[in-house]
Every structure is written in C-alpha cells, then in structure tokens.
C-alpha cells in the first residue's frame, strides 16, 4: 500500500509562495554577485556587515535612517575614493601607497626610479570612479534591508528591479570598464612588478 500525500490548495499556494521568494532571493544574490566584482572588497564587507545593524533589520525609525543614510555616503566616497588610490614599489623594496591628484602620486613618492607623472588622474580613473559609485547604489538599494528601511511600500516594483537593474546595470559597468580598464593598484592591491 503506497502512502500517497494529499496536499491541500492552500499549502501548495503556500509552497509556490515560498518558491517564488527563494526564486528572487536567487536572482539578487546572482545579479549582485555580478556587480560585487566591480567594488573594493572592504567596503562591500563593511557594508553587508553593519548594514542590518544600523538598518535594524529593516525596520528603521527616524533617527536609523538618518544613520543609515550617513552609513552609505560614507561606503559610497570609500568606493569612489579607492578608485584614485594607486602604489608602487620603492627602491627600498616596499609597496607604498598614495594618492592619485592631477600632478601625479601624493605624497610624492620618495624612490628614484619612479615616474609620478603616470600616476596623474586620468579620465579612466573618473569614469572607473562612477561606475564604482553606481554599482554600488544598486546594491545599496536592492539590499532588503535599505528597501525596507526607506521605502517600506517599496515591494511590488522591487521584484521588477530585481531581475532587472543587476543585469542593465552589469552590463553597463562590464562594458565601461572595457573601454577604461581599472590600470591602479589601490589600497590593498599588489602591484603587478611586485608579485
């Protein structure tokens, strides 16, 4: 005799529910995971990591979202600042860092073999700068924590942003950067002659 399970409709509607939330949670981890690439490490960290924190989980009240708001203009400008970060190797053998400006490194670098005219902010690094900045608005407002927080009604056009905005905007940033390639070594990249 073979026990066969008879489901009721109201579970089945309950199961296609939950397979229809599993499907969009999918669709943003693989649509961010797409645009993640495109940011400093540190900072995507950062963010996933206190973002819950200061967002409450989602449920903000004024003073959270004032918070919050501070939280991702300040993960934002660490996304655009790295982008001008940049390092070489001295002659003393040791990776320095500094500063990308329109006349070169800063501070100047302190070896002889350097160059700090190759070190001048290019239009690449700007344009690397805002496609850094974008991407990481997308993820800032596809994460369920800032949508709940800011725009709680937010749900219905969400689904929409969500299986569309990771892609429209990967493409676009995969595609600026093949046009300007990222050629610094910021904060917590080696330089190439290094390895």
Known sequence: ??????TSP?????????????????????GMSD??????????????????IFTIAGHCTEINEILTGIFLAFCATSCVF?????????????????????????PAPNSDNIDISKYKITLGDVVDALCS???????????PNTTNCFYPEFGVFQKVLVVILP??????????????????HGIGRIPACYS
């Open 82 to 106: 790295s982008c001008f970060t940049d390092s070489y190797v001295g002659s003393d053998a040791l990776i320095h860092y500094g500063i990308a400006t329109f006349d070169g490194l800063w």
């Open 35 to 52: 645009l993640i690439q495109y940011l400093p490490t540190g900072t995507v960290f950062l963010f996933q990591t206190l973002n819950p």
């Open 10 to 30: 109201s579970s089945s509607s309950s199961a296609e529910k939950k397979k229809e939330k599993v499907g969009m949670v999918n669709k943003t981890l693989k």
């Open 1 to 6: 005799m073979e026990n066969d399970k008879v």
């Open 133 to 143: 900045l974008i991407v990481f608005a997308v993820i800032a407002i596809l994460d």
């Open 167 to 184: 892609a429209v905007v990967g493409f676009f940033a995969s595609t600026v950067f093949n046009f300007f390639p990222k050629k610094r």
